[in-house]
């Protein structure tokens, strides 16, 4: 038996579903703008995704991004993450509710995600101890990551 439910659904089909329940229409460059973003790894600024969009279709503009992401959002695709550095950066959401969490490198901002059962399972020990039931939660350790060539990290005399 095949699922039929939006969360079976690809990006694409749920955003353009979403779309249409808006009264909006699905456009050329928000279809675009969506295929770049989910084919992109990492964490993307605004800006940074309408870089790698304009190699596809220069006439896009920001304001159209800004939108678009505002839309991958409501509609649970995409999860703005902020970091620290004054921007929003925005990843696919969770697929099939895989929880990670954040590494920053503050220098270079370098991102990694992990997951760590031990962390996981501390936390809702935690939480169980004051009498908390966690319902979601987001880690992000900040660091200085170990590349001896990562191009800000400060000179040690």
């Keep these: 038996m095949q699922k039929t439910t ?4 690809d990006p694409r089909a749920r955003l353009r ?7 909006l229409k699905f456009t050329r460059q ?3 703008i969506a295929d ?3 084919r ?3 964490h993307l600024s605004v800006e940074e995704l309408l ?43 969770d697929k099939d509710d895989e929880h990670h969490d954040h590494l920053i ?9 992990f997951y760590n059962a031990d962390i996981e399972r501390i936390q809702e020990q935690i939480a169980k101890q004051h009498g908390f ?3 979601d939660h987001k880690m992000e350790l900040y660091a200085s990551c170990s590349r001896t060539n990562c191009p800000d990290r400060p000179k040690r005399s």
Excluded: H, W
Excluded at 18 to 23: A, L
Excluded at 58 to 74: F, G, I
């Design 133 to 135: 039931a966690v319902i």
């Design 36 to 38: 770049v973003f989910f």
């Design 30 to 32: 928000r279809e675009l």
């Design 51 to 93: 870089e790698e969009v304009r190699k596809d279709d220069a006439q896009v503009s920001l304001a159209t991004v800004y939108r678009t992401m505002k839309l991958l959002t409501e509609c649970g695709l995409a999860n703005p993450r902020q970091f620290g550095d004054g921007f929003t950066r925005y990843e696919p959401a």
């Design 40 to 42: 992109s790894e990492g």
């Design 6 to 9: 939006e969360s079976a659904q």
């Design 105 to 113: 490198c503050r220098d270079c901002g370098k991102i990694i995600e």
């Design 17 to 23: 579903e979403y779309v249409s329940r808006q009264g």
